[in-house]
């Protein structure tokens, strides 16, 4: 999607998995996360927290709009959700994409959620119709 997103509408694209993996290799270049979390809490809060403000700062300052993938990953997380309350909160559409019924999709979600679409295919139509038209 982010490949298509670039060559076809021309926008530029952050991908916080991308970015936040990037920040974490530059952190904590040869330790795990997840263990980390264990032996030194506040290490593990500081770099958590650097991360929360990279996704923020780019979704409040520098984003159009968020396109999400929700999935059972993203149920169980936390990110997604900061991130969708996040882009609401500064009237960013968020576009997503998933096949999970929706009334088992959070109601918060739902709220922060502009269109939503089953299939990247669908949200292509869409945004092609969007960002192309006027070409």
Known sequence: MEKWIVQELGHSVFNPNVESER??????PKASLRELKFSDIDKFQSIVRGIVKLDSEEI??????????WDRSAQRGAGTKGELTIARFFNKPVYMV??????NIPGWILGCTSEMFESFAELKNFLRKRFLSNS
């Open 98 to 103: 998933s096949n999970i019924q929706r009334t």
């Open 23 to 28: 920040y974490l290799n530059k952190k904590l």
């Open 60 to 69: 409040a300052k520098r984003s159009d709009y968020i396109i999400c993938y």
